[in-house]
């Protein structure tokens, strides 16, 4: 399992878009390149993007016609858009269409990779469960240790909240109403690949088949109840990004 985010860099400059790619695949990311906005678009048919990084001004299709295509299937995804010109009017739609930051060329490396970590660490963490006193508990544990915390009492409430916010981490309880939590995973995964999730149950044999299938589709562990929620607050700080930036700066 990789700790980096993945990262898509668009620019029709060939030399800045090779040299971006290199420094940022020795610094550890995951990046892939595209050429210009419409290669961008079929990249993220592929496979979802942690953050992206784009040009603004593109032949045959500029970052902001980029950016309204690729959230019209993807509106929780992350684009940040680079422009080396004052093109205040591609700027300001750019901003209206959800851009997450403007940024001015030349952009220098360590800025960059700063920016990204930050980023990704701002990503939520998703709590699905349909114990409200579970949600509330845990939400108050991981908002002291300085997350951003969303909660879903459903499989279909955390689809839904999954297409409009992109979330690094998942909590979910195995007995949900309708769509169990097995299947919410699945259904999240094929939202965001890139999504850890952490299982919850307060059953055990009951639920060890369902178990054994969220494990092999990448689960990271189980939580059984009743625990601490000191002890998904650490899960979250080992795995989290967020966790991550902290021990690198120690």
Known sequence: MS?????????DNADLLETFAMILKRR?????????????????????????????????????????????????????LMTAYSEEE???????????????????????????????????????????????????ALEMEGYQVLTANSGEEA????????????????????????ETLLRLKQINPHLLTIMMTGFRNEVKDALDKAQAASAITCLYKPFDPAEAAALA?????KGHQVREQK
């Open 90 to 140: 591609l700027i300001n739609m750019a901003i209206s269409e959800g851009a997450h930051r403007i940024v001015h060329k030349p952009i220098r490396i360590d800025q960059l990779v700063s920016l990204i970590k930050e980023v990704a660490a701002t990503q939520p963490i998703l709590i699905v469960d349909d114990d409200a006193d579970i949600c509330q508990t845990l939400t108050q």
């Open 237 to 241: 700080k080992r795995f989290s990004k």
């Open 3 to 11: 700790d980096q985010p993945t990262i898509l860099i668009v620019d």
């Open 28 to 80: 550890g990311f995951n990046v892939a390149t595209a050429t210009n906005g419409a290669k961008a678009v079929d990249k993220f048919k592929e496979q979802y993007f942690d953050v992206t990084l784009m040009d603004i001004v593109m032949p045959e299709m500029n970052g902001v016609e980029a950016l309204r295509k690729i959230r019209e299937t993807h509106p929780e995804a992350t684009i940040i």
């Open 159 to 182: 689809i839904q909240v999954a297409k409009e916010k992109a979330c690094q981490l998942a909590f979910i309880d195995v007995k949900l109403p309708k769509i169990d939590g097995l």
